[in-house]
């Protein structure tokens, strides 16, 4: 005997019947190989996406504080426009512009989704022109020399000591 079960329709003819239809779906076992391949390629593919796609690459930077020097200038030695958000290095990029820019008192740079990067500077403010020969450079307060931040060009000494170790040898 058939083990479906079997409903009978009266249609006024004896030898019709309609039989209920069934639906075999196929059954799935996956073990955890497929699963973990489905998963490590999903994931291959949101960072290739991540990395590659326009939406999160930096179209400029925003720079706050600077009164000297140009967004132009600052946004070039950081070198970030164009690359993925991803990719920037907020403390090497800071340590790239003060570096290059030794009249930037202090620098701090922050990256923000989907593509922004701003960059707060301190200039340092000049007091002293201090001319020796035929060259010249800015003095700040803390005895820093600051290249001749009014006239372009960017010859002249390089402070390479922190704050407070020019304090001190002003204060010796």
């Known amino acids: 005997m058939d083990n479906r079960r079997r409903f009978n329709v009266a249609l006024g003819l004896p030898e019709i019947h309609l039989h209920k239809p069934t639906f075999n779906l196929p059954s799935f076992r996956s073990g955890w190989r497929p699963v973990s391949l489905i998963t490590a390629l999903v994931i291959g593919v949101a960072i290739y996406l991540v990395l590659t796609l326009p939406y999160f690459h930096i179209p400029s930077v925003t720079v706050l504080g600077n009164d000297r020097l140009t967004r132009e200038e600052l946004s070039a030695a950081m070198g970030v426009v164009g690359q993925s958000v991803f990719m920037v290095q907020p403390e ?9 820019y030794p009249e930037l008192a202090s620098v701090q740079v922050s990256v923000y989704l989907p593509n922004h990067v701003y960059v707060t500077v301190s200039e340092r403010e000049p007091v002293i022109f201090w001319q020796q020969g035929e060259g010249y450079t800015w003095i700040d307060a803390f005895g820093c020399g600051i290249p001749s931040a009014w006239s372009g060009y960017w010859a002249g000494v390089r402070c390479q000591c922190d704050q407070s170790t020019c304090w001190n040898f002003i204060h010796r």
């Open 92 to 100: 090497e990029a800071a340590a790239r512009l003060s570096m290059n």
